[in-house]
């Protein structure tokens, strides 16, 4: 079993930054692949950013690139997402997971085994 906590969320012009946190306990941390999902209001969960156990190898949605960051820090069983030149389009709740059985960053919710229960993220336009 993980145990997943985000925080980090809020209310933020557009242009701004923010960054995510989700905390992880139980099974072992730093062999799990982590990523970052987002559910806006009306639509689909969808994929954010991932990071491999290494952290060697990150992957992210292409409207994100450039503008969001994912890192991990294993001694710390945290993985992050930061977040800048925010748009009222990245408005979402922001889910952490985690999937243990895969070794690179993935895109598809069903590769992640464990979910948090999610960070509201609110881009004032």
């Known amino acids: 079993q993980v145990q997943l906590v985000e925080s980090g969320g809020g209310l933020v012009q557009a242009g701004g930054s923010l960054r995510l946190s989700c905390a992880a306990s139980?099974?072992?941390?730093?062999?799990?692949?982590m990523g970052w999902f987002r559910q806006a209001p009306g639509k689909e969960r969808e994929f954010v950013a991932a990071?491999?156990?290494?952290?060697?190898?990150?992957d992210y949605e292409d409207s994100v690139k450039g503008r969001f960051t994912i890192s991990r820090d294993n001694a710390k069983n945290t993985v992050y997402l930061r977040m800048n030149s925010l748009k009222p389009e990245d408005t979402a709740v922001y889910y952490c997971?985690?999937?243990?059985?895969?070794?690179?960053?993935?895109?598809?919710?069903?590769?992640?085994?464990?979910w948090g229960r999610g960070t509201q993220v609110t881009v004032s336009s």
């Open positions: 139980g099974r072992t941390f730093s062999r799990c692949v």
């Open positions: 990071i491999s156990w290494s952290g060697g190898n990150t």
């Open positions: 997971a985690a999937a243990p059985r895969m070794w690179y960053a993935q895109r598809r919710l069903d590769e992640y085994d464990y």
